[in-house]
């Protein structure tokens, strides 16, 4: 019972923490920052798509050259670790914590939110979009979820 438990506990829901929100109009588009520096490769994809999902369209930009024209900007930050899943010998990378600003066009902070994998290692095998949607969806409301 308690691998099953230990199991359960590691690919459970995830939740934002920390959300600030500053009341704005929707915006259906938003820019994506590029950060090279982030540690986990498929964060991007796994934004695009949890925007996607709550009928915002995104493009991804080189820091330094978003278009002046983006109605919004999302800016991440992500840190990986490693360890052992049940019942495997080899290494993982897992999303340890990430962090969302996003600012209007002119640069004004409209909502900010983060994740980090509590003690317990709740949601630690999680999936990085599953661990985005509840980060990209308190941008959009300002609740955490």
């Known amino acids: ?4 438990t230990s199991v359960a506990i590691s690919m459970a829901p995830t939740q934002a923490t920390d959300t600030v929100y500053h009341p704005h109009s929707r915006r259906r588009f938003w820019c994506i920052e590029l950060n090279r520096d982030a540690q986990v490769t498929d964060i991007v ?11 915002v369209e ?3 930009y080189e820091a330094g050259n978003t278009p002046p024209d983006c109605p919004a900007v999302l800016h991440y930050m992500a840190w990986l670790r490693w360890d052992q899943p049940l019942w495997r010998s080899d290494y993982q990378p897992y999303l340890q914590a990430a962090s969302l600003t996003l600012r209007s066009g002119e640069g004004e902070v409209l909502a900010t939110t983060r994740y980090e994998l509590d ?4 949601g630690k095998w999680a999936s990085t979009r599953k661990k985005m949607g509840p980060l990209v969806r308190a941008l959009l409301t300002g609740f955490n979820s």
């Open 58 to 60: 995104s493009r991804l």
């Open 119 to 122: 003690l317990l290692g709740t």
């Open 1 to 4: 019972m308690g691998t099953a």
């Open 45 to 55: 994809a796994a934004l695009q798509n949890e925007l996607q999902s709550q009928g």
